[in-house]
């Protein structure tokens, strides 16, 4: 393991050296079933390319956070949603379904999640915790609706005033229609969203249902630079660790949590990312409860985890959302899902 810091960086280059074996000559039969076998595998990949074409062509649109094709609507506006991270809450439901999630400290050296959800939206998510002013910062950078479960007077106070559309389940604890809680876990880390009711609570609010988040910039091409990495660690403190591995098979980096895996209670799935921003910036303990101001604002140094590979960055806020840049240029993402983890300065973070 190395440790990694933002003022130097160990680069490690790993060089692979690929043995080839001579292929032994095969009896003619044995040539002939292979031709027929290749002719088989070069028809049917003829055919997947034309399907390909033609589902392509019926693409319209385009899901603004995974960069995605789609003919689905689009023009609707992304749910952002408070997922509690206590070890008592795991595994939540619906976080292998959003199609970006920040990560940050709440209280104490347990994080917390705003997952973004658009392109899809799970039926159940949770569960949901209180709300802190950092995370609906970023979800007005995005015109999310903002979806929590409790607070403080004084952190509702802010929500109001802040001009985000929110919906408090507070408000609607255990209704049936909004939110619920389960049975098999105690409060506060057995509330969850009931997605199918989120309609009908935007409508009794009188908020806008319509309008896409602007998009993210997303690439494939050029992307693919950077030191070869198999598995990154950010440790918060003695209480949160998150690993996440590179799968080469799917192209993504695979998440954990405090050394087990990341699964989504929903369907079994390992959350994955197909990218990875670890951002550093300054954290204040504000009052005796151990709430954090967080600067989402002057931008700083971190790194970004792409296709196996993680390069050092910088990021900026560039209206209210979190970017990554390259000596002053902005560099984009690989269209798919994306998780940011938010780090205070003390944090490590390791590579293998």
């Known amino acids: 393991m190395r440790k990694l810091t933002f003022f130097s960086l160990l680069v490690v280059l790993f060089l692979a050296a690929c043995n080839k074996e001579a292929g032994a000559a095969q009896p003619e039969e044995t040539k002939e079933i292979e031709t027929a076998v290749e002719e088989q595998i070069e028809t049917k990949e003829n055919v997947t390319a034309d399907e390909k074409e033609e589902n392509e062509q019926a693409y319209t649109e385009t899901f603004p956070l995974t960069g995605e094709p789609t003919s689905e609507n689009a023009d609707h506006r992304a749910l952002s949603v408070m997922v509690?991270?206590?070890?008592?809450?795991?595994?939540?439901?619906?976080?292998?379904?959003?199609?970006?999630?920040?990560?940050?400290?709440?209280?104490?050296?347990?994080?917390?999640?705003?997952?973004?959800?658009?392109?899809?939206?799970?039926?159940?998510?949770?569960?949901?915790?209180?709300?802190?002013?950092?995370?609906?910062?970023?979800?007005?950078?995005?015109?999310?609706?903002?979806?929590?479960?409790?607070?403080?007077?004084?952190?509702?106070?802010?929500?109001?005033?802040?001009?985000?559309?929110?919906?408090?389940?507070?408000?609607?604890?255990?209704?049936?229609?909004?939110?619920?809680?389960?049975?098999?876990?105690?409060?506060?880390?057995?509330?969850?969203?009931?997605?199918?009711?989120?309609?009908?609570?935007?409508?009794?609010?009188?908020?806008?249902?319509?309008?896409?988040?602007?998009?993210?910039?997303?690439?494939?091409?050029?992307?693919?630079?950077?030191?070869?990495?198999?598995?990154?660690?950010?440790?918060?403190?003695?209480?949160?660790?998150?690993?996440?591995?590179?799968?080469?098979?799917?192209?993504?980096f695979l998440r954990s949590s405090d050394g087990e895996p990341s699964i989504d209670r929903l369907n079994g799935e390992w959350i994955a990312a197909d990218n990875v921003m670890i951002i550093e910036t300054d954290h204040r303990i504000i009052d005796g409860a151990g709430r954090r101001a967080i600067d989402l604002t002057s931008g700083g140094n971190g790194f970004l985890l792409q296709k196996g590979k993680m390069k050092e960055v910088e990021w900026k806020n560039v209206n209210g959302r979190l970017l990554p840049y390259k000596d002053g240029s902005p560099l984009a993402f690989i269209p798919g899902k994306t998780w940011v983890n938010i780090i205070p300065g003390n944090a490590a973070v390791e590579s293998e």
């Open 84 to 252: 509690n991270n206590h070890p008592k809450a795991r595994p939540q439901s619906g976080l292998s379904q959003a199609d970006l999630v920040y990560e940050v400290l709440a209280e104490g050296q347990i994080t917390r999640f705003l997952a973004l959800f658009h392109s899809e939206i799970p039926d159940t998510i949770g569960p949901v915790r209180s709300a802190r002013p950092y995370y609906f910062e970023i979800a007005d950078g995005f015109h999310a609706l903002y979806t929590y479960h409790g607070a403080s007077v004084a952190i509702n106070q802010k929500v109001a005033r802040s001009g985000v559309d929110f919906l408090d389940g507070a408000m609607y604890d255990n209704n049936g229609w909004l939110f619920k809680r389960s049975s098999d876990r105690a409060a506060p880390h057995n509330s969850y969203l009931l997605t199918e009711g989120v309609e009908q609570a935007v409508a009794n609010k009188g908020y806008e249902a319509e309008g896409a988040p602007e998009a993210l910039p997303f690439s494939r091409e050029g992307l693919y630079d950077g030191t070869p990495v198999q598995d990154v660690q950010v440790t918060y403190g003695s209480r949160t660790n998150v690993s996440f591995t590179y799968d080469k098979e799917k192209e993504q």
